[in-house]
């Protein structure tokens, strides 16, 4: 069952444009988001992340949303940049569970 | 500098063989997890420890076994009862402690080690 789901495998987003990155999840309990990138061969890297009291954060170029009702958060980065191609992971924890991990969305920056 | 330390980044090993994976971390971490990373598959709780001398299963546990003699350490070790094993293994570490309703804040990754069974 998987409880922190990203549809989108891959992404491919034109340099200085905006890319936005979709996580849906399902239990409700959760209140605890976060974003990491992970470069190949090496270990995840935390972005940001966001508290459910809040819908939206903020760090630089990175900004995440959350809509709880929709139970729907994403990522968007602007301007997007050649050393942004990545797999981006979200995780969700709340409740009874500790952090759940979306299955990555592979983020490839064009010149 | 502070950080996690995974080694070896890789590893290849004969079927039937066990195998334990190591991972240091000076980051005064009371918690430590390993998970598992497959192609298309996010990551994967093993085990984690909260304590020294205390650790949990995590969501795919079988065929893994762990200690945590030290807090520094979170060694992973990898029988020959785990039935698919080729995977890119993580350890982590959290400041923070779980527990229901509370959130550990960001967890510190390694670097990885990826283990191949011939």
């Known amino acids: 069952d998987q409880q922190v789901k990203q549809n989108s495998p891959s992404l491919s987003v034109q340099e200085g444009r905006i890319s936005i990155l979709n996580c849906d999840y399902t239990n409700s309990m959760f209140d605890y988001f976060l974003w990491y990138k992970k470069y190949p061969a090496e270990g995840p890297t935390f972005l940001i992340s966001?508290?459910?009291?809040?819908d939206k954060n903020e760090d630089g170029r990175f900004t995440v949303f959350l809509n709880k009702s929709a139970k729907h958060l994403s990522l968007h980065i602007v301007p997007s940049q050649p050393g942004d191609s990545a797999v981006y992971f979200c995780a969700a924890s709340g409740g009874a569970q500790k952090l759940v991990f979306g299955q990555g969305t592979r983020l490839t920056i064009n010149p | 500098d502070g950080g996690i330390t995974q080694s070896p980044k890789y590893l290849f090993r004969k079927e039937g063989q066990n195998v334990t994976l190591s991972c240091e971390q000076n980051?005064?971490?009371?918690?430590m997890y390993w998970y598992r990373q497959d192609p298309g598959q996010g990551l994967r709780l093993i085990y984690y420890s909260q304590i020294v001398n205390d650790f949990q299963k995590g969501d795919i546990a079988e065929g893994y076994s762990v200690s945590r003699e030290k807090k520094e350490s979170f060694p992973l070790t990898v029988t020959s009862a785990q039935k698919n094993p080729t995977a890119f293994y993580l350890c982590?570490?959290?400041?923070?402690?779980?527990?229901?309703?509370?959130?550990?804040?960001?967890?510190?990754f390694g670097e990885g080690s990826r283990l191949t069974v011939l």
């Open positions: 980051l005064n971490h009371d918690a």
């Open positions: 982590a570490s959290s400041l923070h402690r779980w527990a229901p309703g509370t959130n550990t804040g960001e967890l510190f």
């Open positions: 966001i508290s459910s009291i809040k």
